[in-house]
């Protein structure tokens, strides 16, 4: 794997020295202002939250702001339902844009007046070829493009149509604007670029006022200059879109239009992410063909999804500590995103106790109907959180899988004969076992010693090897308990023989109008398997099981380990007193690094 191993155990992140020489060179008089620019037509994903984490993190660090500003050119794909979740999970990480809630839409009438004065320069005109003959005059990367008959029509002229453009006097795909530049260009974003398109379409915001729609590139840069953005932070397929950022932004600042110091744009390398998509498209094929339960299935990796399965904010932000920033596209384990969580909810989940596969144990010379508070601790390593009671009886439910009747070598748990301890309880040593009809193990016998009670003084009297988990039947809690895993089985989703395939890059503004301003372009090669064949069947187990009843009480987004199995949730949606539902978060190890996967 390309991993950048250097940068990542070093956490280096190139943009933090950018911005530090700017800060002490005075680029910008000390402001840093950067800006997160998501397109309001989806829910946010962990790749976003890398470019969250990153410049919202940059600005923080600097004492400067970040804005969030939804770039919502693209009149037919947006949704305000959208734009609500998305501000959503970015304070759920943590961040807080404070009045700088902002839309591309807000600059349309500016970017209007920029495009008749570029008319003005002679440095824009109407194009009035169809989208077919724009694509072929445009070249190809070894052949220049072809002027059209148009690139030469008067300012007056140019102006006029623009204006009538405006008006709505013309149908879709008849006419656009184009920046006059260089035809030649090796660069294609810079061989007259397309700045307007015709869109007779309502926009949810600006409603019918507009049905021409600026492009992606011309907004960008531009409302990057007016919010006085100074660091514009995107990923590496932007990087042959900046001489035309550049260009735009320096020929108004020359024309008095914009103040300087400019933004200046900086590409870093995209998050990919094994045993996990990242695109839009594939997250919605997930959704709307039924294979998960919607945007918010705890095992999407969409920043909904995540919260529900249990993962955390400052997990997110651990994690994009330890991959780093760099200019060089990688991917990364999903196996560091686990550990992240891990060791974020180490530290703060309280422990509980639960039984997920339970099985009777009988403590058969406990007296019937005592009950003992045995006194656990919330956090072992953590004293200052204190200590809680649970109850022991004579009937106790201990996981399946902690009695063996045939133990195999090494095996130190339940079996007959064999001693082990009852976490902060009792050594009991194994009697017997009662199975039923079809030979299944139904109850296991044990004897308990009265001298081994944890905490006391014959507690370390004799040392066994085992240490089981249970909880009292009379006590103990029904909970439904949703076992998630990886959604995908195999590292890379639909590459062939498991190699390893191109990131998943999203197709960078389309100079051309047929295309929607920065659409992810069909990235799915025409032999590529689909990637819908590598999903894990086993991604959702749900099962009935037994937990604390303290549990019952647990608030919903509650974060617990279960001791021995791994750390939870209470589901947000459908946990209840009455019914409690959790979900697992993650395992306490990394299950899929066993080779026998
Ligand atoms: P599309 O453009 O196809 O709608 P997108 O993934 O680019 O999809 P945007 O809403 O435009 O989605 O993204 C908002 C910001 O998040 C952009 O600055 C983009 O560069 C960044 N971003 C998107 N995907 C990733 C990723 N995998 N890693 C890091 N940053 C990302
Ligand atoms: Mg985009």
Same mark, same amino acid.
Request: with cysteine; net charge negative; proline share 6%.
């Given at each position: 794997?390309?991993?950048?191993?250097?940068?990542?155990?070093?956490?280096?992140?190139?943009?933090?020295?950018?911005?530090a020489?700017?800060?002490?060179?005075?680029?910008?008089?000390?402001?840093?202002v950067?800006?997160?620019p998501?397109?309001?037509?989806?829910?946010?994903?962990?790749?976003?939250?890398?470019?969250?984490?990153?410049?919202f993190? +940059?600005?923080?660090?600097?004492?400067?702001?970040?804005? +969030?500003?939804?770039?919502?050119?693209?009149?037919?794909?947006?949704?305000?339902?959208?734009?609500?979740?998305?501000?959503?999970?970015?304070?759920?990480?943590?961040?807080d &844009?404070?009045?700088?809630r %902002?839309?591309?839409?807000?600059y349309?009438? /500016?970017?209007?007046?920029?495009?008749?004065?570029?008319?003005?320069?002679?440095?824009?005109y109407?194009?009035?070829?169809?989208?077919d003959?724009?694509?072929?005059?445009?070249?190809?990367?070894?052949e220049?493009?072809?002027?059209?008959?148009?690139?030469?029509?008067?300012?007056?002229?140019n102006?006029d149509?623009?204006r009538?453009?405006?008006?709505?006097?013309?149908?879709?795909?008849?006419?656009v604007?184009?920046?006059?530049?260089d035809?030649?260009?090796?660069?294609?974003?810079?061989?007259?670029?397309?700045i307007?398109?015709?869109?007779?379409?309502?926009?949810h915001?600006?409603?019918?006022?507009?049905?021409?729609?600026?492009?992606?590139?011309?907004?960008?840069?531009?409302?990057?200059?007016?919010?006085?953005?100074?660091?514009?932070?995107?990923?590496?397929?932007?990087?042959?879109?900046?001489? +035309? %950022?550049?260009?735009?932004?320096?020929?108004?600042?020359e024309?008095?239009?914009?103040?300087?110091?400019?933004?200046?744009?900086?590409?870093?390398?995209?998050l990919?992410?094994?045993?996990?998509?990242?695109?839009?498209?594939?997250?919605?094929?997930?959704?709307?063909?039924g294979?998960?339960?919607?945007?918010?299935?705890?095992?999407?990796?969409?920043?909904?999804?995540?919260?529900?399965?249990?993962y955390?904010?400052?997990?997110?932000?651990?994690?994009?500590?330890?991959?780093?920033?760099?200019?060089?596209?990688?991917?990364?384990?999903?196996?560091?995103?686990?550990?992240?969580?891990r060791?974020?909810?180490?530290?703060?989940?309280?422990?509980?106790?639960?039984?997920?596969?339970?099985v009777?144990l009988?403590?058969?010379? %406990?007296?019937?109907?005592?009950?003992?508070?045995?006194?656990?601790?919330?956090?072992?390593?953590?004293?200052?959180?204190?200590?809680?009671?649970l109850?022991?009886?004579?009937?106790? &439910?201990?996981?399946?899988?902690?009695?063996?009747?045939?133990?195999?070598?090494g095996?130190?748990?339940?079996?007959?004969?064999?001693?082990?301890?009852?976490?902060?309880?009792?050594?009991?040593?194994?009697t017997?076992?009662e199975?039923? /009809?079809?030979?299944?193990?139904?109850?296991?016998?044990c004897?308990?010693?009265?001298?081994?009670?944890?905490?006391?003084?014959?507690?370390d009297a004799r040392?066994?090897k085992?240490?089981?988990? &249970?909880?009292?039947?009379?006590?103990?809690?029904?909970?439904?308990?949703?076992?998630?895993?990886?959604?995908?089985?195999?590292?890379?989703?639909?590459?062939?023989?498991?190699?390893?395939?191109?990131?998943?890059?999203?197709?960078?503004?389309?100079?051309?109008?047929?295309?929607?301003?920065?659409?992810?372009?069909?990235?799915?090669?025409?032999?590529?398997?689909?990637?819908l064949?590598?999903?894990?069947?086993?991604?959702?187990?749900?099962?009935?099981?037994?937990v604390?009843?303290?549990?019952?009480?647990?608030?919903?987004?509650?974060?617990?380990q279960?001791?021995?199995?791994? %750390?939870?949730?209470?589901?947000?949606?459908d946990?209840?007193?009455?019914?409690?539902?959790?979900n697992?978060?993650?395992?306490?190890r990394?299950?899929?690094?066993?080779?026998?996967?």
């Open positions: 794997m390309a991993q950048d191993d250097d940068a990542r155990a070093a956490g280096a992140n190139f943009l933090r020295t950018i911005v020489e700017d800060n002490a060179l005075r680029t910008y008089g000390g402001r840093v950067t800006r997160f998501p397109e309001p037509n989806g829910y946010l994903h962990f790749g976003h939250a890398k470019s969250i984490v990153l410049n993190g +940059l600005a923080a660090e600097n004492a400067g702001t970040c804005h +969030l500003r939804f770039d919502d050119t693209n009149p037919l794909k947006e949704d305000v339902e959208y734009e609500d979740s998305i501000a959503e999970s970015v304070r759920w990480l943590g961040y &844009w404070g009045a700088h %902002y839309h591309a839409s807000d349309y009438d /500016a970017l209007y007046a920029f495009a008749e004065w570029f008319i003005e320069q002679g440095l824009a109407v194009d009035s070829q169809s989208p003959e724009l694509r072929r005059t445009r070249g190809t990367l070894t220049p493009g072809i002027a059209g008959p148009w690139r030469d029509r008067s300012v007056a002229e102006l149509l623009l009538r453009m405006r008006a709505g006097e013309f149908a879709d795909g008849t006419h604007l184009r920046l006059r530049i035809l030649a260009s090796p660069n294609i974003n810079m061989r007259d670029p397309v307007y398109r015709i869109r007779h379409a309502r926009h915001r600006t409603g019918d006022k507009w049905c021409i729609y600026p492009l992606y590139d011309y907004t960008h840069c531009i409302s990057d200059a007016l919010e006085r953005v100074t660091h514009s932070i995107c990923t590496l397929e932007f990087q042959d879109h900046r001489p +035309l %950022y550049d260009w735009i932004i320096e020929r108004l600042a024309g008095g239009k914009l103040a300087r110091p400019l933004p200046h744009q900086y590409e870093f390398a995209r990919n992410l094994t045993y996990a998509v990242l695109s839009k498209r594939k997250l919605l094929r997930l959704v709307d063909e294979h998960v339960d919607g945007w918010d299935d705890p095992r999407m990796p969409t920043l909904v999804g995540a919260r529900r399965r249990g955390t904010a400052s997990g997110f932000r651990a994690f994009n500590e330890r991959i780093g920033v760099s200019k060089s596209d990688s991917w990364i384990d999903m196996s560091v995103l686990e550990d992240a969580m060791d974020d909810l180490n530290a703060s989940a309280a422990r509980r106790l639960a039984v997920l596969d339970p009777r009988v403590v058969d010379n %406990y007296p019937d109907g005592q009950s003992e508070d045995m006194s656990v601790p919330n956090h072992p390593q953590k004293p200052e959180l204190g200590r809680r009671m109850p022991f009886t004579r009937e106790l &439910w201990i996981e399946r899988d902690d009695f063996s009747e045939t133990p195999p070598k095996y130190f748990r339940l079996s007959p004969g064999a001693e082990v301890r009852l976490r902060y309880a009792y050594i009991v040593r194994c017997g076992v199975k039923d /009809a079809e030979g299944r193990v139904a109850v296991v016998h004897s308990y010693d009265a001298a081994t009670r944890s905490g006391t003084a014959g507690a040392k066994v085992g240490n089981i988990h &249970w909880l009292s039947t009379a006590h103990a809690v029904p909970a439904e308990v949703r076992l998630y895993d990886r959604l995908f089985r195999v590292p890379f989703p639909g590459a062939r023989d498991g190699g390893m395939p191109e990131g998943e890059t999203t197709g960078a503004a389309d100079p051309l109008p047929a295309h929607a301003a920065n659409a992810a372009v069909d990235d799915e090669a025409a032999d590529e398997r689909d990637f064949d590598d999903l894990n069947p086993d991604s959702k187990r749900i099962i009935r099981a037994y604390e009843p303290s549990l019952a009480l647990a608030t919903s987004e509650e974060h617990i279960f001791e021995r199995h791994g %750390y939870f949730v209470a589901d947000s949606g946990h209840a007193p009455e019914h409690p539902v959790f697992r978060t993650v395992t306490l990394d299950s899929w690094a066993k080779p026998s996967r």
